[in-house]
């Protein structure tokens, strides 16, 4: 059968597995990008390229040596690099004799080329979008559940495991009632998992790049660190939200563009391109709804995100709230991150403490 | 009404309120960055209004050093400059000038970092500078348009703003037809390609000049008063001018092409490959020079020296 290579997005990859069974391919993906990947990934890529773009490299050419011949990737008509990548991405491989052809979603007519190329029939191609929808949905439901039971689990690592096995029965679910049952049981699962009733955690947003935000290899298990020192993270990259926008479903709904726009408008009255605008706006509204702290995440260089930065660094003076800002590469190390993290929850804790 | 709705919604001129009753105030303008894209044309509009200028002043080693005080680390040199000239400006005037550019050419868009510009601005120096603001957007209107709306709502009449915008337009055009574009001597003619900010910033792109004239060399800036063509591989817009410079020329008027980046210049890191390429299809030698606050003299002497020693032994 024929195979198709996916970005890896987090736990979204059991959706988008599921996006593309109506094309009769089977789908090849990872929930996050790997060593051998990233280390393929930089020796294929220009040297000043964002770290996304080289963990991406490293992902297409690995499916390419493993005999996949097609891959598909979000392109944008946008100001970012990102509108470059995959023709960036088919040149190197191209150049060095990888077969693999790399379709872009979204924005090149009514029908994408992958839609094209692949023409399912309509039914099948219809079902198969509402279960994709449905799974999206209910891994942002399961990522909810995961953040909010990971600040006070009584044994570190069961909401992680608890999200595994939620993830491996969606994966199993094939019809859209079965995704919506499969979606019910979540929560009973993390009420199961033993808390311990006494902490209060911290509630911290996590803004900035999108897959830096949603690359647990990339990011360096951000959540689970943060989730580990007890901080109640709330990942503001939501593919749920991320597709109502694209599509321009729900214009008045909390995390539609116009909304964020016109709560970033104080600070930012411009869109800029990538995720910038979301960025400042979840800092304000995290700001007003008594978040602890904000962490903003970007791979090094990035060019709405770095355009951004002294606008996050003002809304931290002007409201009082702490932001640590991490910038991303394929030189960054764990150990640094985590004293940086500990340290930036020891600061939130002393101010709430101080402010109690 | 329409026109009040429409006027509303692309009238973003932040900042020009209360300009009118103070317009005798000086305006700063940061020599950097935003300024190349224009040169002359803020100069002149604002003159032409009433109102009096300051000019932060030419780039220099003082000048470099405050970049790693008061700017964000992650920016290109370029970006960080134009920080570090409103800094300067602090003191001497109680406003400054920064616009949002989102297109300089109709079809093509601006590099990211143009599109936040005021905003960040504000954010940084907003306690101490006002900032003013207009937003240049090619594809929504063009530039003429753009400074008489900008004039209008700074508060000049109808007649006023458009001499005012006329007087800009026409500055600019002498600025440049008059920039000196290549230097004299006999030596084979070498192609000075970047975006207009290093090009024609002397700060970057005089110990280039300096030191392939010492060699004999003869070099020619880029110009950027041409359109780009409308089916090149990059939208933005002063990428795509310098890669179409590079398709269209001729490899008998020049022995190679130097091409000025700054470090971490996230359009570039795209482009390169394309002005390669483009300069390869032509037959022309090329070599790229990144530039950050830390670059020393004498590695890029070297650099120049062997470039232009190679070209001189392969050419007859």
């Known amino acids: 059968m024929t195979a198709l290579a996916m970005q890896p997005w987090g736990n979204y990859a059991v959706a988008l597995a599921a996006s593309v069974e109506c094309l009769r391919v089977s789908p090849w993906t990872r929930r996050a990008t790997t060593p051998e990947t990233?280390?393929?990934?930089?020796?294929?890529?220009?040297?000043?390229?964002?770290?996304?773009?080289?963990?991406?490299?490293?992902?297409?050419?690995?499916?390419a040596m493993e005999g996949v011949e097609y891959g598909v990737m979000v392109n944008s008509r946008g100001t970012c690099r990102l509108r470059y990548?995959?023709?960036?991405?088919?040149?190197?491989?191209?150049?060095?004799?990888?077969?693999?052809?790399?379709?872009?979603?979204?924005?090149?007519?009514?029908?994408?080329?992958?839609?094209?190329?692949?023409?399912?029939?309509?039914?099948?191609?219809?079902?198969?979008?509402?279960?994709?929808?449905?799974?999206?949905?209910?891994?942002?439901?399961?990522?909810?559940?995961?953040?909010?039971?990971?600040?006070?689990?009584?044994?570190?690592?069961?909401?992680?495991?608890?999200?595994?096995?939620?993830?491996?029965?969606?994966?199993?679910?094939?019809?859209?009632?079965?995704?919506?049952?499969?979606?019910?049981?979540?929560?009973?699962?993390?009420?199961?998992?033993?808390?311990?009733?006494?902490?209060?955690?911290?509630?911290?947003?996590?803004?900035?790049?999108?897959?830096?935000?949603?690359d647990r290899f990339l990011n360096h298990n951000l959540e689970e660190q943060l989730g580990g020192l007890g901080v109640e993270v709330s990942n503001f990259f939501l593919?749920?939200?991320?597709?109502?926008?694209?599509?321009?479903?729900?214009?008045?709904?909390?995390?539609?563009?116009?909304?964020?726009?016109?709560?970033?408008?104080?600070?930012?009255d411009a869109l800029v391109g990538g995720h910038a605008l979301e960025s400042v706006a979840h800092t304000l509204r995290c700001a007003r709804e008594g978040f602890d702290g904000i962490v903003h995440v970007a791979p090094i260089g990035c060019m709405p995100e770095v355009s951004v930065r002294p606008i996050l660094q003002r809304i931290a003076r002007d409201t009082g709230m702490p932001t640590l800002e991490l910038s991303f590469d394929e030189h960054t190390s764990s150990v640094g991150l985590t004293t940086r993290l500990e340290a930036f929850t020891d600061v939130l804790r002393q101010r709430r403490e101080r402010r109690a | 009404m329409w026109n009040i709705g429409t006027r509303w919604l692309r009238g973003r001129t932040?900042?020009?309120?209360?300009?009118?009753?103070?317009?005798?105030?000086?305006?700063?303008?940061?020599?950097?960055?935003?300024?190349?894209?224009?040169?002359?044309?803020?100069?002149?509009?604002?003159e032409g209004l009433g109102c009096p200028v300051v000019?932060?002043?030419?780039?220099?080693?003082?000048?470099?050093?405050?970049?790693?005080?008061?700017?964000e680390t992650e920016h290109c040199l370029p970006a960080k400059l134009l920080d570090a000239h409103m800094d300067a400006l602090i003191g001497r005037v109680g406003r400054v000038f920064v616009p949002r550019i989102l297109s300089l050419k109709r079809g093509y868009i601006a590099c990211p970092k143009f599109g936040a510009l005021p905003d960040a601005a504000r954010a940084r120096f907003g306690d101490r500078l006002a900032v003013l603001s207009v937003e240049l957007d090619?594809?929504?209107?063009?530039?003429?348009?753009?400074?008489?709306?900008?004039?209008?709502?700074?508060?000049?009449?109808?007649?006023?703003?458009?001499?005012?915008?006329?007087?800009?337009?026409?500055?600019?055009?002498?600025?440049?037809?008059?920039?000196?574009?290549?230097?004299?001597?006999?030596?084979?003619?070498?192609?000075?390609?970047?975006?207009?900010?290093?090009?024609?910033?002397?700060?970057?792109s005089e110990p280039v000049v300096r030191g392939l004239?010492?060699?004999?060399?003869?070099?020619?800036?880029?110009?950027?008063?041409?359109?780009?063509?409308?089916?090149?591989?990059?939208?933005?817009?002063?990428?795509?001018?310098?890669?179409?410079?590079l398709a269209d020329l001729d490899a008998r008027r020049y022995a190679g092409v130097i091409q000025l980046s700054s470090f971490g210049c996230g359009c570039d890191s795209i482009a390169e490959r394309h002005f390669r390429e483009a300069a390869r299809e032509r037959g022309l030698p090329y070599m790229l020079l990144r530039l950050d606050e830390h670059a020393g003299e004498a590695g890029m002497r070297t650099r120049l020296e062997a470039f232009v020693d190679t070209i001189g032994s392969r050419l007859p």
């Open chain 2, 138 to 204: 090619e594809n929504r209107e063009p530039l003429r348009t753009s400074l008489v709306r900008f004039a209008r709502a700074l508060g000049a009449s109808g007649p006023a703003a458009r001499t005012a915008s006329e007087r800009a337009l026409a500055a600019w055009a002498d600025a440049c037809a008059d920039d000196e574009k290549e230097t004299a001597g006999a030596g084979r003619r070498y192609l000075l390609a970047g975006h207009p900010y290093l090009v024609n910033e002397p700060w970057f």
């Open chain 2, 14 to 46: 932040g900042g020009a309120a209360g300009f009118a009753a103070s317009s005798q105030e000086p305006i700063g303008l940061p020599l950097a960055l935003y300024a190349y894209l224009h040169p002359g044309l803020w100069q002149a509009f604002f």
């Open chain 1, 85 to 214: 990548y995959r023709e960036a991405h088919q040149k190197i491989l191209d150049e060095r004799g990888w077969k693999l052809r790399i379709f872009g979603l979204g924005y090149d007519g009514i029908k994408p080329p992958l839609i094209r190329h692949f023409d399912p029939d309509p039914i099948p191609f219809l079902q198969c979008c509402a279960r994709a929808q449905q799974k999206t949905l209910a891994v942002d439901a399961l990522e909810r559940e995961v953040w909010r039971v990971r600040a006070i689990e009584a044994n570190r690592g069961d909401a992680t495991r608890a999200m595994e096995a939620c993830l491996a029965d969606l994966d199993r679910a094939r019809t859209v009632r079965e995704i919506r049952a499969c979606a019910r049981t979540f929560a009973p699962r993390f009420a199961a998992v033993p808390t311990d009733s006494r902490r209060v955690p911290l509630r911290v947003g996590l803004v900035g790049e999108a897959t830096l935000l949603r």
């Open chain 1, 38 to 63: 990233l280390r393929l990934g930089v020796e294929a890529s220009p040297e000043s390229a964002c770290l996304p773009f080289k963990a991406c490299t490293g992902h297409f050419i690995k499916a």
């Open chain 1, 239 to 268: 593919l749920g939200d991320e597709m109502r926008n694209i599509f321009r479903i729900g214009f008045f709904s909390r995390n539609s563009r116009w909304t964020l726009r016109r709560i970033a408008r104080p600070y930012l």
């Open chain 2, 55 to 71: 000019l932060s002043g030419s780039t220099d080693a003082a000048m470099l050093e405050r970049v790693g005080l008061v700017s």
């Open chain 2, 213 to 245: 004239t010492r060699l004999g060399a003869r070099v020619e800036r880029m110009r950027f008063d041409r359109a780009p063509a409308p089916d090149g591989p990059l939208r933005w817009d002063t990428s795509a001018i310098m890669r179409d410079t």
